[in-house]
């Protein structure tokens, strides 16, 4: 134990790992057929976010932005890699506009956060700005994941619909206007549940984790309630971005609606 926070040691971790391999177990005696893959998943957890740790230890101790930068540009990589591999039946060649969306709003919630909220010293506060990335980043590729999917999804599923739209004279936008809100509404429901839920049902792992290495549980709080509305607002702007970028995707240069086959889907 360090100060008022407890410590975790190998033996804890063997077992939690443990906990795992019971669940693992139990599937593949049932015949679920998940159980390798469970246990594959939390290998891989433990060692991610230990070797997460000893980065952003570094990150910490070496306290220079340019490594703060470098960890938040890696980070943005891998969430358009995660986004457009969870994302079923996108086109291909959606990186870029994946990046540029990620990039803009992420860049513009950390500053409204660290200059307006929390107002750390330096500004750049390596223990603030990289662990609100990772939430915010982790929370806004599944929001895009779910919304891409869902809005090429809902074209195919319009297709008449479009085509009579625009054979009356609507604008692409118009025509794809109902699927475009559609998987922004879908991408924001788990946000909107967990705001709905926390402090009465459940405490949110930030607080959570604040309470337990010894923070106050009002600042925890105060802090949890920060990075829901980052990531809200975050979230509805990222869709929104991403979605103005790619929608002319399901189109021709002619306004004409574009069948999936013709869209080079991955």
């Given at each position: 134990?360090?100060?008022?926070?407890?410590?975790?040691d190998v033996w804890g971790?063997?077992v939690a790992m443990a906990?795992?391999?019971?669940?693992?177990?139990?599937?593949?005696?049932?015949?679920?057929?998940?159980?390798?893959?469970?246990?594959?998943?939390?290998?891989?957890?433990?060692?991610?976010?230990?070797?997460?740790?000893?980065?952003?230890?570094?990150?910490?101790?070496?306290?220079?932005?340019?490594?703060?930068?470098?960890?938040?540009?890696?980070?943005?990589?891998?969430?358009?890699?995660?986004?457009?591999?969870?994302?079923?039946?996108?086109?291909?060649?959606?990186?870029?506009?994946?990046?540029?969306?990620?990039?803009?709003?992420?860049?513009?919630?950390?500053?409204?956060?660290?200059?307006?909220?929390?107002?750390?010293?330096?500004?750049?506060?390596?223990?603030?700005?990289?662990?609100?990335?990772?939430?915010?980043?982790?929370?806004?590729?599944?929001?895009?994941?779910?919304?891409?999917?869902?809005?090429?999804?809902?074209?195919?599923?319009?297709?008449?619909?479009?085509?009579?739209?625009?054979?009356?004279?609507?604008?692409?936008?118009?025509?794809?206007?109902?699927?475009?809100?559609?998987?922004?509404?879908?991408?924001?429901?788990?946000?909107?549940?967990?705001?709905?839920?926390?402090?009465?049902?459940?405490?949110?792992?930030?607080?959570?984790?604040?309470?337990?290495?010894?923070?106050?549980?009002?600042?925890?709080?105060?802090?949890?309630?920060?990075?829901?509305?980052?990531?809200?607002?975050?979230?509805?702007?990222?869709?929104?971005?991403?979605?103005?970028?790619?929608?002319?995707?399901?189109?021709?240069?002619?306004?004409?609606?574009?069948?999936?086959?013709?869209?080079?889907?991955?």
């Amino acid at each position: 134990m360090s100060g008022n926070a407890y410590d975790i040691d190998v033996w804890g971790l063997v077992v939690a790992m443990a906990m795992v391999a019971v669940a693992a177990g139990v599937s593949e005696i049932m015949r679920m057929g998940i159980g390798r893959s469970l246990l594959w998943s939390a290998c891989r957890a433990l060692l991610q976010l230990c070797a997460m740790g000893f980065v952003v230890g570094f990150v910490i101790r070496a306290d220079n932005p340019w490594f703060v930068f470098a960890t938040i540009g890696v980070m943005l990589l891998a969430a358009v890699q995660i986004v457009l591999s969870r994302a079923k039946g996108v086109p291909k060649g959606l990186a870029g506009p994946v990046l540029l969306s990620l990039t803009i709003t992420m860049l513009l919630m950390i500053a409204l956060v660290t200059e307006l909220v929390v107002r750390p010293h330096p500004w750049y506060a390596p223990q603030l700005v990289v662990p609100l990335t990772g939430m915010l980043l982790g929370n806004t590729v599944s929001a895009l994941a779910v919304g891409l999917s869902r809005f090429y999804e809902s074209m195919d599923e319009r297709r008449d619909e479009i085509d009579t739209l625009l054979a009356l004279g609507a604008t692409a936008w118009e025509a794809a206007r109902p699927s475009i809100v559609s998987s922004i509404r879908l991408g924001l429901l788990p946000t909107m549940a967990t705001l709905a839920s926390c402090g009465i049902v459940t405490i949110p792992g930030m607080m959570a984790g604040q309470v337990i290495a010894g923070g106050d549980p009002v600042e925890a709080g105060k802090y949890q309630f920060v990075v829901f509305a980052a990531i809200a607002a975050l979230t509805l702007v990222a869709d929104s971005l991403i979605m103005a970028m790619t929608y002319r995707t399901c189109f021709t240069a002619d306004d004409q609606f574009r069948p999936r086959d013709m869209r080079g889907v991955r």
